[in-house]
C-alpha cells in the first residue's frame, strides 16, 4: 500500500514507471538510513551510563581525542568550528537532507518537461 501510494504520488510527474520506482527507493532508503543511524545513537547513548543531553555532550570531546589533525585535518576543523556545540532542532537533519532529495527529483522532472 506504501509503494501505490508513493508511485500514485509521481503520477503526472513525466517520469518512467522505473524512475518513479527509483524515485520511491530513494526516499524510502533515506527514511531507513537515519532510522538506523538514529537507533545506533540511542543504543550507544543506553550502553554509555549516561543520558542522551551528556552522552552527546562528550561525543565531540571523544572525537577531538581520536582524531590525528595531520591525517584528518577536515574533521578536525569541523570540530574546532564548534558543530556540536548547540543542538539542532528534532528533525533538521531529516527536513535538510529530504529537502536536497526533493530539489533533485524536481530538477529531473523538470528537465522532462
Do not use: H
Amino acid at each position: 500500500a506504501w509503494f501505490e501510494d508513493a508511485l500514485a504520488c509521481l503520477a503526472g510527474t513525466g517520469l518512467t514507471e522505473a524512475r518513479k520506482a527509483s524515485v520511491v527507493m530513494l526516499l524510502s532508503g533515506y527514511v531507513r538510513n537515519l532510522a538506523a543511524t538514529e537507533a545506533d545513537i540511542m543504543a550507544a547513548v543506553l550502553g554509555s551510563g549516561l543520558d542522551y543531553d551528556e552522552w552527546m555532550a562528550s561525543y565531540p570531546r571523544m572525537l577531538s581525542q581520536l582524531t590525528d589533525p595531520r591525517r584528518f585535518p577536515a574533521l578536525t576543523a569541523f570540530l574546532e568550528a564548534g558543530v556540536f556545540d548547540q543542538a539542532d532542532e528534532p528533525d533538521d537533519e531529516f527536513v535538510f537532507g529530504l529537502d536536497r532529495i526533493l530539489d533533485g527529483v524536481a530538477a529531473l522532472i523538470d528537465s522532462l518537461r
